[in-house]
């Protein structure tokens, strides 16, 4: 009795362990995506992690008909940056995305790529044009690798930083206020060389959000060249940096982030129609 029961337990083990076999076992694999599915990856530093507005981005493209049409994979990482700097008194040198670009591209097998960074990249410290060519070749890189994986890319400018710094004297003209930021700004370069652990995310250089005006201004001037779009979430930002932040001057606050998603879905429609034509 026992040998013929073992026998039987054997031949339903051969059975489901065959090739052909289509039972419970196979049923219960991840389902594909339909085949009218379009994947939207979303990569940038610990503002895209943090998730708020890739959410209510993601929410606002599951309204969109054909239902299921859009998969929305956030993969940003806390303190990452594209252009491979780090602040000498940041606790382990800053990720950059270039480390794991080409596995995540290659992972998710995105249609869209949308990009945020810039707010680590000056590594809060003053302008220096050897720090910028690093974040312009870091971006540079960035388009050069999405658009040989077949990919679409939508670049966004980093968010202010909400600490605009000492206001300059009350009707200092705008050539005044220039001439006064070019020399704060080389008073603290010269600040920095003498001491490397001068600036950093602890202690920014006053006018940080200039510089970030700086990087972004540039970013803005390569929107429709390659196929690259550009989209400002830093200007609408500006005039409601009370309610968009809260203590913090580099995360936004939900209010913030739904900012930034507005921002972005204002431009989504004639971006996605002319990626259309």
Same mark, same amino acid.
């Given at each position: 009795?026992?040998?013929?029961?073992?026998?039987?337990?054997? &031949?339903? !083990?051969?059975?489901?362990?065959?090739?052909?076999?289509?039972?419970?076992? *196979?049923? &219960?694999?991840?389902?594909?995506?339909?085949?009218?599915? *379009?994947?939207?990856?979303?990569?940038?530093?610990?503002?895209?992690? &943090?998730?708020?507005?890739? *959410?209510?981005?993601?929410?606002? @493209?599951?309204?969109?008909?054909?239902?299921?049409?859009?998969?929305?994979?956030?993969?940003?990482?806390?303190?990452? #940056?594209?252009?491979? !700097?780090?602040?000498?008194?940041?606790?382990?040198?800053?990720?950059?995305?270039?480390?794991?670009?080409?596995?995540?591209?290659?992972?998710?097998?995105?249609?869209?790529?949308?990009?945020?960074?810039?707010?680590?990249?000056?590594?809060?410290?003053?302008?220096? $044009?050897?720090?910028? =060519?690093?974040?312009?070749?870091?971006?540079?890189? %960035?388009?050069?690798? =999405?658009?040989?994986?077949?990919?679409? @890319?939508? +670049?966004? #400018?980093?968010?202010?930083?909400?600490?605009?710094?000492?206001?300059?004297?009350?009707? #200092?003209?705008?050539?005044?206020?220039?001439?006064? !930021?070019?020399? &704060?700004?080389?008073?603290?370069?010269?600040?920095?060389?003498?001491?490397?652990?001068?600036?950093?995310?602890?202690?920014?250089?006053?006018?940080?959000?200039?510089?970030?005006?700086?990087?972004?201004?540039?970013?803005?001037?390569?929107?429709?060249?390659?196929?690259?779009?550009?989209?400002? %979430?830093?200007?609408?930002? @500006?005039?409601? +940096?009370?309610?968009?932040?809260?203590?913090?001057?580099?995360?936004?606050?939900? =209010?913030?982030?739904? !900012?930034?998603? $507005?921002?972005?879905?204002?431009?989504?429609?004639?971006?996605? #129609?002319?990626?259309?034509?």
């Amino acid at each position: 009795m026992k040998k013929s029961i073992i026998l039987k337990i054997m &031949a339903v !083990l051969a059975i489901v362990s065959s090739p052909g076999w289509s039972g419970s076992a *196979r049923a &219960a694999e991840p389902k594909a995506e339909p085949s009218n599915t *379009r994947t939207v990856l979303f990569l940038g530093d610990s503002i895209t992690a &943090a998730g708020g507005y890739v *959410r209510l981005i993601e929410a606002a @493209l599951a309204k969109q008909a054909p239902p299921n049409s859009w998969k929305v994979i956030n993969k940003g990482r806390s303190s990452e #940056t594209v252009s491979g !700097l780090s602040e000498e008194y940041h606790p382990g040198r800053r990720p950059c995305l270039f480390a794991r670009l080409d596995q995540v591209l290659a992972e998710t097998k995105p249609d869209w790529v949308v990009a945020c960074y810039g707010i680590n990249d000056g590594i809060y410290h003053p302008f220096n $044009e050897k720090r910028f =060519v690093a974040y312009q070749g870091g971006m540079e890189t %960035l388009i050069k690798k =999405v658009k040989a994986s077949g990919a679409r @890319l939508v +670049l966004l #400018t980093a968010p202010p930083y909400a600490r605009p710094g000492p206001e300059f004297p009350k009707g #200092t003209s705008a050539s005044d206020a220039a001439m006064l !930021l070019a020399k &704060a700004n080389a008073e603290a370069e010269v600040q920095a060389e003498q001491n490397p652990r001068k600036f950093g995310y602890i202690t920014p250089y006053a006018y940080y959000d200039q510089v970030m005006a700086q990087y972004a201004k540039w970013l803005l001037s390569l929107n429709g060249q390659n196929g690259v779009h550009v989209v400002d %979430l830093r200007t609408p930002m @500006l005039p409601k +940096l009370k309610a968009a932040y809260d203590g913090d001057p580099i995360h936004p606050n939900q =209010v913030g982030h739904e !900012l930034m998603a $507005e921002a972005f879905l204002k431009q989504w429609p004639a971006i996605s #129609t002319e990626a259309g034509r």
